[in-house]
């Protein structure tokens, strides 16, 4: 499919400027809003003509949705806070330097300016054959074709691929899903609230999305609770270039130790599969472990079910290190 | 509105990606405007009596008339799981329920097909095959049904199977032989434990979107089918048959009011030579 880049194709814009309007707006347009929130994926897609929105809603102007704050033990983050604004954020640092980390190694400074934390999280998958308008599974196909004999996947999923093998690109998600937080899902019809483990979806579930985010819906908070406030914690961002690039495989964990002993972790790996990968099995098998011995264990058990495709098979090794690196304190802070 | 959704090629070439699944309330809507109409029918029409039983007819057979041998049965009752599986698997997502249904689907495709093959061996070696198929003998049957006897005249009786029966696995046959094949071959585009995944092997881009919409519109029929199916077989007239499909046997007297004994003696052994001239005559 040709990609044009001239031009995108005129859509109405609505810029509401408080939140009950980007609702109202939401639940009345339904799957023909487009959600924008930093824009710096979708309006690069509507530019290559890949996603023609009939309407653009521009949550830039909605306040409710942006900043940091305080609420009881919570730490309560607006998805239209800047990437910037979380990596610098004292609150963040000092509660959770896991995200501020996570944060600060998205993409570039410029992105980072303008990109939010909510659209980091929800943004579409990278997967080029997707991304070039190929009626693909997640495009509504019946074919992926980066599993394919001849399909180049160095970049894909090693783990939960059903039919589809995309990755979720994101490097805040894996740490949100480490550090419990809960997001806030707002629509006209009222809030409900989910675990970050729970906000994405593999394939096996929902082949063409990310997450659990239905036409008409708002993310609304990202509310981090006091579990792991201040704990140790380490994250790796492995990518073929030290700037402005996706993960290869990232890794995101929180850890609680008394002395040589590792109590409880968690553990979550990113672009290994279409939603943040936590290794659930691998915590419980590490926990109460001496730290040497809960490493190696882990290192080695890490990413067992992988199935890697045929040129990504290099992410298991990678796992495996980051994993190991992680519970070892290679990058604890 | 279109039977196909249809997309590109890689190379920009418009090809049919699957079935258009809208079609699926059409089925659904057609089924149940069937059964709404059939039973008002039923209700309105008169009710014709089943045919009088010859007394020398009455001592030939068994209290209870084998019609489906115990394999029959089995193999009935597995594709009835199989196949509500499939349908389960297959739309309910579609309905919003979202659950790794792909490996049910596979798993329960893959015991249909084989169940299919086991029954079409078996109906041509230990059955007579010939009995489910409609033939010029059955017309009878349907002229009393868009003409019914008046004067008390008794409905004309069938062979082993109705006519409705015939014509219902006519079109699970159609259907179902449909879903087998591009089932089968689709084993190949995910990965299983039955074959090796290879997407391109049978096909290019376009003709898997040929598989994919025979398939998806095969699918779809055959909901329509099975509700049209689950109506006749909870009808109270139709039980004894339901019942059959149960225990193997239907009661005499209901055998004898709607089956003809020239056309399907019974399964197992011969009835009495008495019985075959009663029911010839």
Partial sequence: ?333 | MNLVVRGASPWGQPIILHAAWSLLWLCLAGAAAFVVVHALWVRRRAGAPAGPVPPELAGAFPGAVARHSFVARVFHWLMAACVLTLLATAFSPRFGLAFDWVGPHVLAGAVLVAAIAFHIAHAITCQDVGAIWPVPADWPQLRAVLFPPRDGAAMPRAGKYPLGNKLFHLGAVVVGLTLAATGTAMLWRVRTPFVTRDPYRFFGDGGWGVVYALHGLAAMALAGLVVIHIYFAIRPEKRPITRSMLVGTMDRDFYLGHHDPARWGGEGPAPKESAKEAGSA
């Fill in chain 1, 1 to 333: 499919m040709a990609t044009v880049r001239d031009s995108m194709p005129s859509f109405d814009l609505y810029q509401p400027a408080d939140l009950d309007a980007a609702l109202a707006l939401a639940g009345r347009l339904g799957p023909a809003g487009w959600l924008l929130a930093g824009g710096c994926d979708s309006l690069e897609r509507f530019k290559d003509r890949h996603k023609t929105p009939k309407a653009v809603i521009d949550l830039g102007g909605v306040a409710e949705l942006a900043g940091i704050r305080a609420d009881g033990d919570d730490l309560v983050i607006g998805p239209m806070t800047t990437l910037t604004d979380v990596a610098r954020h004292p609150l963040v640092r000092e509660r959770f330097g896991l995200l501020a980390r996570a944060a600060g190694e998205v993409a570039a400074p410029q992105i980072r300016n303008q990109g939010t934390l909510g659209g980091n999280i929800a943004q579409d998958t990278r997967c080029w054959y997707y991304r070039a308008g190929w009626t693909c599974y997640r495009a509504g196909g019946n074919l992926c074709y980066a599993d394919t004999p001849q399909g180049r996947n160095r970049e894909h999923a090693i783990l939960g691929a059903s039919r589809c093998v995309a990755v979720s690109p994101s490097d805040t998600a894996p740490a949100l899903v480490a550090l419990e937080a809960r997001l806030v899902i707002r629509s006209a019809a009222g809030r409900r609230e989910v675990a970050a483990e729970d906000f994405f979806v593999g394939p096996d579930r929902d082949i063409t999305r990310l997450t659990i985010l239905k036409p008409g819906e708002v993310l609304g908070e990202i509310r981090l609770p006091p579990a792991w406030a201040g704990a140790p914690w380490a994250f790796e961002k492995v990518r073929d270039r030290p700037v402005w690039d996706f993960a290869l495989v990232n890794m995101a964990a929180v850890l609680r130790t008394t002395g040589d002993r590792l109590d409880k972790a968690r553990v979550v790996l990113g672009a290994v599969a279409a939603r943040p990968w936590r290794l659930a099995a691998i915590e419980a098998a590490v926990a109460g472990r001496p730290r040497a011995e809960a490493a190696a264990l882990a290192g080695r058990l890490a990413v067992a079910e992988a199935r890697p495709l045929s040129h990504n098979g290099y992410k298991v090794t990678l796992a495996q290190n980051l994993v190991f690196r992680a519970i070892a304190g290679k990058e604890a802070a």
